[in-house]
């Protein structure tokens, strides 16, 4: 592998990795349209910094001017339905404020009419408060910070939120160096996109750029998936086979679920970063390659490591560079830009791209505020495939009527996982704030709804329930009713993988199992 030559005075001078970051620029309060009865004016955000000196913001029909963020010109919400007389914001200590509905357009607070004044902590601004106006209009009151918003480069990310910011500004930082990044966050954030992200901005961008998730590979095939195998080196390999590192040469590398890496598997990664050279399996003689590498993970790798199915010096090894992956349920100002952008996508491949351009004032919103508000307000534990996953039957039902609605099953899914609380806290506690419990003490109908909660996904779900994954595994066992990947048929997972035209989330969905448990099954069945 490339490596980086060290500074004479590499002993003294701090990398420029580790220097302590800038401190971040005031926040300041800031309103942005997730919903509107004309669809692209989504996005667009008016920035509260009179509230800052002490003066008293107005909201109303005609003013302010919302505008697209680094956007010159704008304009008021300018809703027919919406009152003249002003809906008023008013400063209050440690950066809380108080919102006074007075004779304005009726307002709904995170799906609660708002009858008299209302006070929100600065903790509650941050988290992001969802406001509905007059039936028609959706608002969520956030933080942002001055200058902040879309920028030139988005990375092909969407959103404009801070928590997606800093993202964007760390791999800007990264991509030119040849450092490992480890990307970690929750299922579904968009870790890979981020890989492509760190890649096409890196002197590789021209070479290849593979991508592998380890917990879809077969573990005994894991090796020679990676680093090659030569002839005669196990059952079935009847010809030298070169692996993933040879292929991406002078390119790069992206391990998604590395925590899913078999023991022996991580011996050999550990090696590839300490020399830059590979063994094929079966092979004694050490293959050099050039590979810059990154790697995902939602897991906890530290505690894997307590529980000995992790190696330290190898996450020190990944971890050369860490950027975290905010959950979409802190991205709220985001929500209603990504709905209308997987929109888009959806209504284009259907031939309706129309729907979302509307220059009739009075017409119906097609996007209602309250399904926009309550799409909002979910937890959004698959994070944004969970959000296109939804997006996309919401537009392959409603192509042909006038406003979208939730379906009965729909309805069952919103309400299966929690809504994100206004303080911001996250939906599942984390392993230090839950009371630890005896497995033993769990009812089977707990752990189904826990499990259902957390989109059958085991570590929020051991989280959730208070116990250690490998306690979970048991339990699971222990009921039999309880569905797992391996206790499918092939038949079903046959049948299902060809009704979801092999959407693994909306299958794992139906299924009720574990994703990453399924991809191996898929895997497995040749699918």
Known sequence: MRREQAPADATTEESPLQREPKPHAERIPALTLFAHPRPQRVGERFLMEALTTGRVVELSRNA?????????????????????????????????????????????????????????????????????????????????????????????????????????????QVAPLGVPVLIRGETGAGKELIARAVHERSARRNQPFISVNLAAVPKELAASELFGARKGAFTGAVRDQKGLFVAANGGTLFLDEVGEAPPEVQVMLLRVLETGECYPVGSHSPVKVDVRLLAATDARLEAHIEDGRFKAPLLHRLAGYVIQVPPLRERREDIGLLFH????????????????????????????????????????????????????????????????????????????????????????????????????????????????????DLNPTADKLGIARASLYDLIQRFPNIRTAGRLSEAEIARCHQECQGDLEEMARRLEVSRKALARRVKELGL
């Open 341 to 456: 952008h997987f929109a888009h996508e959806e209504l284009r491949a259907l031939g309706a791209e129309h729907r979302l351009t509307v220059t009739d004032a009075q017409a119906e919103p097609w996007l209602p505020v309250g399904l926009a508000s309550r799409l909002v307000r979910h937890g959004w534990p698959g994070n944004i495939r969970q959000l296109r996953n939804v997006t996309r039957r919401l537009m392959i039902d409603h192509q042909d009527k006038p406003c979208l609605h939730l379906d009965p099953e729909l309805e069952r899914e919103l309400d299966s996982t929690s809504v994100a609380s206004e303080s911001g806290p996250p939906l599942v506690p984390t392993t230090l704030q839950v009371k630890r419990r005896k497995a033993s003490g769990i009812t089977e109908e707990e752990l189904t709804t826990a499990l259902r909660e957390c989109a059958w």
């Open 64 to 172: 302010p001017d919302f505008t697209q963020p680094r956007a010159g010109l704008g304009g008021p919400l300018a809703d027919p339905f919406l009152s003249r007389k002003p809906l008023r914001f008013i400063p209050g200590p440690s950066g809380s404020l108080h919102l006074d509905p007075g004779e304005g357009s009726q307002v709904i607070v995170s799906g609660v009419p708002l009858v008299s004044a209302r006070e929100f902590s600065a903790q509650e601004v941050s988290a992001g408060i969802v406001l509905e106006l007059g039936g028609r209009v959706g608002l969520v009151l956030h933080q942002t910070e001055p200058g902040g918003g879309a920028d030139r480069d988005a990375l092909t990310m969407v959103g404009t939120s801070l928590g997606l910011q800093r993202v964007r500004q760390r791999i800007a």
